[in-house]
């Protein structure tokens, strides 16, 4: 196992950043910064743990530095985004638009472990690990996250997708 | 009647829950209707939400992305062969994210001529498991891939088997079997798992940059062949491992 085992897992990477954000340039963006820290610590990691937990624990320390960082910005551009109209009738045919957004609306935090579980496919231990959290934080934040998810798209109330935090 | 709880909820809607927990839940669910309703709008988001990104895996990666590695790779390791690998991989990699007229390569293909331009060159260590333990190889890929693998026998064609290495694919472990002929010509196998019920068991080419791949889908499993050899030559041999898969 070497570091050339990295580059398989760059569609898988480029896949969540890509449901984090949105946005396939920042997205791609994301990736480029993973890839580079995966890359240069490679020594790093540790021989027969799972590489993709790895690189996905990286990812997210690059995502939680950028939110960070630019956290004015990204409140400011959740704050443009547009009501989701709510038809509670159609809720067997849910837009794939509607869910786009409403993913976006959620905290970050949520969104996260709602993406690795869902998308991903992790364990609850694997997305423990790759958030670095408790699963009890990992099974609260999904549980909250698709609830949050639910309630927005099956119009339990006109929720307006700003009402973040 | 057990007590369940909200994790086992998310975990029955995750499939991940052992037999006896899940009969638990579903006795449960069976008296909660509201439950029964929250639970199947989780799994349809579930659903909704890996058709809404799973295209992304399907995508070209951009070349850009490959510079922080060629970089760094080429800072550190300008002696090391890895970088004489990675070169190649790169080179087919940003060559096949220029936009092209045909139709996008199918992503069996594209992972299986990656995997063939980064493990092929190798000369120290193309393979995990070498030809001598043949049978450990087997047992071994079989397991991790689930499937009870068979390795053809080209011998007759003038390739030996080198041995296999195990790789991680969009949909799990996926298995390298790697060829060689006298004048050290390399030709591998990838055999990965299949996502849904595709059953598609023609044959199809695609060629990607210097790797030509002849690639096809049986029952779950789908099969790519890759050698930087002509497309009538390749086609014969895998011609000879679909047979000894399928006899």
């Known amino acids: 196992m070497d570091r050339q085992h990295i580059v398989e897992h760059i569609p898988r990477l480029r896949r969540y950043a890509r449901a984090l954000l949105g946005d396939r340039y920042a997205a791609d963006d994301l990736v480029q910064d993973t890839l580079e820290r995966a890359w240069n610590k490679f020594y790093l990691w540790r021989p027969g743990s799972d590489l993709r937990a790895w690189l996905f624990a990286i990812m997210h320390n690059v995502f939680v530095n950028q939110v960070r960082r630019h956290r004015n910005e990204i409140e400011q551009t959740m704050e443009e985004l547009p009501v989701v109209a709510v038809r509670a009738t159609q809720i067997e045919q849910l837009e794939l638009r509607d869910v786009d957004r409403a993913l976006g609306a959620l905290p970050s935090e949520q969104r996260e472990v709602l993406l690795l579980i869902a998308v991903e496919q992790m364990t609850y231990g694997e997305a423990s690990r790759a958030l670095d959290v408790p699963i009890g934080t990992v099974m609260s934040r999904l549980s909250r996250g698709r609830e949050r998810m639910r309630q927005v798209l099956g119009g339990q109330a006109a929720v307006p997708l700003k009402a973040v935090k | ?247």
Not at chain 2, 34 to 62: I, K, M
Not at chain 2, 64 to 70: D, E, K, V
Not at chain 2, 209 to 233: C, K, M, T
């Open chain 2, 1 to 247: 009647m057990t007590m369940v709880t909200e994790s086992d909820l998310h975990a029955y809607v995750d499939g991940v829950l052992p037999e006896r927990a899940r009969a638990e839940v579903e006795d449960w669910l069976a008296a909660h209707p509201d439950e029964t309703e929250r639970l199947r709008a989780y799994r349809e988001q579930n659903a909704v939400l890996r058709s809404l990104f799973n295209p992304v895996l399907e995508e070209p990666v951009p070349a850009s992305l490959f510079r922080p590695i060629a970089r760094a790779g080429w800072r550190r390791y300008a002696l090391a062969a890895g970088v004489f690998v990675v070169g190649i991989a790169l080179g087919w990699i940003m060559r096949s994210a220029l936009p092209s007229p045909a139709a996008p390569s199918p992503s069996l293909a594209r992972q299986a001529a990656i995997a063939h331009a980064v493990y092929a060159p190798e000369v120290r260590h193309p393979v995990e498991v070498a030809a001598d333990q043949e049978d450990h190889l087997v047992k071994w890929l079989s397991k991790r891939v689930g499937t009870e693998l068979k390795n053809p026998n080209l011998h007759a064609l003038g390739y030996e088997l080198v041995g296999g290495r195990l790789l991680s694919g969009p949909q799990g472990p996926v298995a390298q079997f790697m060829y060689q002929d006298a004048r050290g010509q390399r030709l591998t196998l990838y055999v990965a798992r299949q996502r849904g019920e595709r059953r598609d068991t023609a044959f199809r080419y695609s060629q990607e940059e210097r790797v030509s791949v002849f690639y096809w889908v049986d029952g779950s499993f789908g099969y790519a062949l890759s050698g930087e050899i002509g497309r009538s030559q390749l086609l014969e041999v895998a011609d000879a491992v679909y047979k000894q898969l399928n006899p």
